[in-house]
C-alpha cells in the first residue's frame, strides 16, 4: 500500500546562467534537462550541476516554476 500520493514528480531544470547573461543570439536557446525527484526527501527546489551546450561548460541548473 502506498502511504502518500504523488511522492515522486517530473521537474525541469534550467541553466541560471544563461538566463542572467543571453548567451548567443544565434544560440538554440536555454538548456533545459528533464528529471524526477522525491518531494517527501527534497521539498526545496532542487539544483544540479549540469553540462550546458550553450556556454559549452558545466553550470548550475535550477529547477523551473510550475
Known sequence: MAKGKDARVTI????????????????????????????????SRLELRKFCPSCYKHTIH???KK
Open 12 to 43: 525541469i531544470l534550467e541553466c541560471t546562467s544563461c538566463l542572467r547573461n543571453r548567451v548567443n543570439k544565434e544560440s538554440r536557446g536555454i538548456s533545459r534537462y528533464i528529471t524526477q525527484k522525491n518531494r517527501h526527501n527534497t521539498p
Open 62 to 64: 535550477g529547477e523551473l
